[in-house]
């Protein structure tokens, strides 16, 4: 097996840095976790507040402290330090190879769509709220198996919200479904085809920060070798 | 200005896990670090250790501690915990957006490779030492301006031991002098190109863990998307 995971950020237009922060960690018992996190409003503060909760999430991973216990806390750091005033969504995504599963935490309205090995799209969407402004909020935890063939989007509001000045909303899961039905897309051309419909709705000009994550389970066996890329316009 | 920046890695031939950690962080002010370090020995124990130290310096790096504090801080963590018997190495490069500057921290032997924009090979090559066995031990810090046209290639021993066993030792500027002289590779072409020739020269069973980072800045205005890609085979 193989995994394949892909993530695309841009920022509002006109905005020298996009408010959302996308940290990776390795696993110290196997495997990786990615964590998104959305500061409230745009710009350098909301930079700073998804900074800070982004920083504490990956820091209690990296001591091998679980994904839920790790949202809790990054969640009680921003309450205790902006005094319940400033809030963040925050999501985990883990490949936890001690456990052999997907884990997913979710302190964000919107979903999380996966896609079962069987084609089926399955919607993450109960209730949940982001971190920092009510006490003693918990993450919603989802596991499953590690299997090929799944695939995991996760995003943040600006890519659903997109088109929303035109009141040509975006309609996120019918998109998936589209784009994944009988193709075999990489993850990184998924991410991308997301984003580039998102920009479309919204002109060019993004009018939120748009983040995309992408994980995608492949039957493959492969080189055996590990690979990341990065590009970064400066 | 483009920032394209490639890892590779593979374990050693019939190691359930490479021993080398590699780790990205964005820094508080603007930018990424990534830190790669190879612990002593390979397999299990190297992980733990590689682990420890990339941790502790990713840790510094995230709350805006500067590159050498950070080193040093990792060096004292692992002398401290392992009292001086356990040693790593550590490479940091950074892409620092607040000084503009490309920023290499060495604890290793092995050099760090620059293609500077006038197509010139210079290597950082000074005695440097491994963290973790020498009170004081601090790390060689060389900053350049980022510059369209650089090219630095960090890499762990395994890859210029590759071939070893048979007597025939990887030149590895050589073979970067080779693979970048009139051509515009990219940073991920680079990095597997590399790799492939230490696979062949090793046969296809690297006898140590082998690395990777490749960053290479362009004079490219693309789409102002960041963008992210990994994969890993379980």
Redesign the interface.
């Given at each position: 097996?193989?995994?394949?995971?892909?993530?695309?950020?841009?920022?509002k237009w006109a905005t020298s840095?996009?408010g959302d922060?996308?940290?990776?960690?390795?696993r110290?018992r196997?495997g990786?976790s990615f964590v998104l996190v959305d500061g409230q409003r745009s710009g350098r503060a909301a930079k700073a507040i998804s900074?800070l909760v982004?920083?504490k999430a990956?820091?209690e991973l990296?001591?091998g402290v679980r994904d839920g216990a790790a949202a809790r806390a990054a969640h009680d750091y921003l309450y205790t330090h902006k005094g319940g005033k400033v809030s963040a969504t925050l999501n985990i995504l883990s490949?936890d190879?001690a456990s052999s599963t997907l884990v997913l935490s979710r302190n964000n309205h919107c979903p999380i769509i996966v896609i079962t090995p069987d084609d089926r799209l399955w919607l993450l969407d109960e209730p949940s709220e982001p971190v920092g402004v009510r006490r003693g909020t918990k993450p919603l935890i989802t596991e499953l198996p590690?299997v090929s063939g799944t695939v995991v989007v996760v995003y943040t509001d600006g890519l659903e919200m997109a088109g929303a000045r035109s009141s040509r909303v975006f309609d996120v899961p019918a998109a998936v479904r589209e784009l994944t039905a009988g193709s075999n897309m990489s993850?990184?051309q998924l991410a991308?085809s997301l984003?580039e419909q998102a920009l479309a709705l919204d002109e060019g000009r993004p009018h939120d920060d748009i983040s995309v994550l992408v994980l995608r389970i492949l039957d493959r066996?492969?080189?055996?070798?590990?690979?990341?890329?990065?590009?970064?316009?400066?």
């Amino acid at each position: 097996m193989e995994i394949e995971v892909a993530v695309v950020k841009v920022g509002k237009w006109a905005t020298s840095e996009s408010g959302d922060t996308l940290e990776m960690i390795e696993r110290p018992r196997g495997g990786f976790s990615f964590v998104l996190v959305d500061g409230q409003r745009s710009g350098r503060a909301a930079k700073a507040i998804s900074n800070l909760v982004a920083r504490k999430a990956i820091s209690e991973l990296a001591e091998g402290v679980r994904d839920g216990a790790a949202a809790r806390a990054a969640h009680d750091y921003l309450y205790t330090h902006k005094g319940g005033k400033v809030s963040a969504t925050l999501n985990i995504l883990s490949v936890d190879l001690a456990s052999s599963t997907l884990v997913l935490s979710r302190n964000n309205h919107c979903p999380i769509i996966v896609i079962t090995p069987d084609d089926r799209l399955w919607l993450l969407d109960e209730p949940s709220e982001p971190v920092g402004v009510r006490r003693g909020t918990k993450p919603l935890i989802t596991e499953l198996p590690l299997v090929s063939g799944t695939v995991v989007v996760v995003y943040t509001d600006g890519l659903e919200m997109a088109g929303a000045r035109s009141s040509r909303v975006f309609d996120v899961p019918a998109a998936v479904r589209e784009l994944t039905a009988g193709s075999n897309m990489s993850a990184q051309q998924l991410a991308d085809s997301l984003l580039e419909q998102a920009l479309a709705l919204d002109e060019g000009r993004p009018h939120d920060d748009i983040s995309v994550l992408v994980l995608r389970i492949l039957d493959r066996t492969g080189d055996g070798v590990r690979r990341l890329a990065l590009s970064l316009p400066l």
